[in-house]
């Protein structure tokens, strides 16, 4: 079975700070991806991170890091310098390799709120 | 940027009315998906669509519940005698390739479903 985990429903954090949002995941498929997802207020769904289970290195993207861990199946976003606009809800998502449907397995979600 | 399209943004109806919700995928784009979030909860995975037959489906996706690609463009989710409980943000999405586990699915904006 597939899953996806954000144990922190709400976060705060001082503007120009760095914020780290937890992620873990399980699953039995060897290979996989793992993203990250914005979802403001207004409701869509903006991607900004993505990380293969095979890849060596951490992914960066802007001011967007994921911290991999793959011993541990977590597969944390860090958003540095944190800006008043990052408010939003944030889900981790994880799309295992094997499935044929090559749909995403979302989590909870955890709301940011930048706070100036 | 080429992006993702849903019409309507918002839709109210009748509980026992059939709606139809439109989509118009990414172009290039091969593999199409219905998501839906219920207010305050995570996203969850309606049905994959691919070569123009459905490639996976959840248990939320039964009987009530239909997705066609009429022409070259459009991909729509039917839900044939809505329920209270169908009320939530219905998302489509693409995405290129078929596999590919480092591939993003690309968001439309969101259809709100509100049933009366």
């Known amino acids: 079975a597939q899953k996806i985990t954000q144990t922190q429903p709400g976060m705060f954090v001082q503007e120009k700070e760095a914020v780290t949002l937890d992620c873990t995941y399980d699953t039995s498929d060897p290979s996989y991806g793992l993203f990250w997802y914005k979802q403001p207020s207004s409701g869509e769904m903006i991607f900004l991170i993505y990380?293969?289970?095979?890849?060596?290195q951490n992914a960066t993207e802007g001011r967007y890091s994921l911290n991999f861990q793959k011993a541990r199946k977590s597969a944390n976003l860090v958003i540095s310098a944190s800006q008043l606009g990052d408010s939003a809800m944030y889900f981790c998502a994880m799309r295992p390799q094997g499935n044929t449907g090559n749909q995403f397995y979302f989590g909870t979600g955890t709301s940011l709120t930048v706070i100036p | 940027e080429p992006e993702v399209t849903q019409t309507p943004s918002h839709q109210v109806t009748q509980m026992g009315q059939e709606v139809i919700l439109r989509c118009v995928p990414i172009?290039?784009?091969?593999?199409f998906y219905w998501y839906r979030q219920i207010l305050g909860q995570k996203v969850e995975f309606l049905v994959s669509f691919y070569n123009n037959e459905i490639s996976e489906k959840s248990e939320i996706f039964d009987d009530q519940f239909s997705v066609e690609r009429p022409d070259g463009s459009n991909f729509t989710l039917k839900i044939r005698s809505t329920k209270l409980e169908d009320s939530a943000m219905y998302f489509c999405?693409?995405?290129?390739?078929?596999?590919?586990?480092?591939?993003?699915?690309?968001f439309g904006d969101g259809t709100r479903l509100s049933i009366l």
């Open positions: 172009s290039n784009h091969l593999y």
């Open positions: 990380q293969g289970s095979y890849d060596q």
């Open positions: 999405a693409s995405s290129p390739l078929k596999g590919g586990r480092n591939q993003p699915q690309h």
